[in-house]
């Protein structure tokens, strides 16, 4: 991009939408950011995800270019968070994350270390844990855990104050943004119910919206529990193994934990079935009791 300073139009107030939008303000460029959701952005993914930025975890399920670009966000997100306005609790945590399996399952907890190795080609960034230092690092996982994997290079977001950072951030530079407005894209242009809008470059960041000009796009679904109780400390997120998924919990601020599994392709944006809701309930009993 030149030194110009641009007028650029940004279709998506997601994640990615906003990031994009709070750099180019900083570089001084005119921006316009629109979304057909509401202000608060509580329909986004960014609001619901549980903010893990977890390479390793991820290897083992994905491409080596999802991971390579898992490191580049761990050296990024401190750099980005830092220059963003401080807030009463911190938006990005370095702690690693753990996994475990149950004895029983042990087989898969080693079959996800041999996993990773075969991606990453060496054993650098994680570590194994017997059980007295599984235990030291997580007082208030089920006592019957015996082995652990200990992940050190991956973090995690406070991701819903981090998106609301974001917004108030986007205004404090000028920014303009619209919500509740469905957009239609092309070169150069953003059409508006209220009339088409031109700019020097638009970037489309609607994600699935944006499947009426990119067909082969394809929906994943995702299903969270939110918990809250005071009855334990989780240090990290945890990852149990386990046949039939991954089930995964993250600690958020005021002692709310994100508790999900293993994503579906599918575009249902229906609510969470019953079947899941006990599963996942189940699962997180198991991982450890206080629950």
Known sequence: MSHAKLSIGIAGAGLLGRLIAWQ????????????????????????????????????????????????????????????????????????????????????????????????????QGYQWLTRPALHSLEPDLNDQFQHGLLLENEGHLDNRTLFTALGNALRELGGHCVFDCEVELESGLIHTPSGPRRFDQVIDCRGMGAKSGFPELRGVRGEILQVQTRDLTLNRPIRLMHPRYQLYVVPKPDHHFVIGATQIESEDRSPMSLQSSLELSSALYTLAPAF
């Open 24 to 123: 180019l303000l900083r570089k001084g460029h005119r921006v316009m950011l629109f979304d057909r959701g509401p202000e608060h952005g509580t329909q986004a993914a960014a609001w619901t995800a549980a903010g893990m930025v977890a390479p390793l975890s991820e290897a083992v399920v994905s491409d080596r270019f999802i991971y390579d670009m898992g490191r580049y966000a761990l050296r990024q997100w401190p750099q980005w968070v830092k220059q963003l306005p401080a807030h009463r609790r911190p938006l990005w945590q370095f702690n690693g994350s753990l996994v475990v399996a149950h004895p029983q399952d042990q087989s898969e907890l080693t079959q996800f270390y041999r996993d990773l190795y075969h991606v990453t080609g060496d054993t």
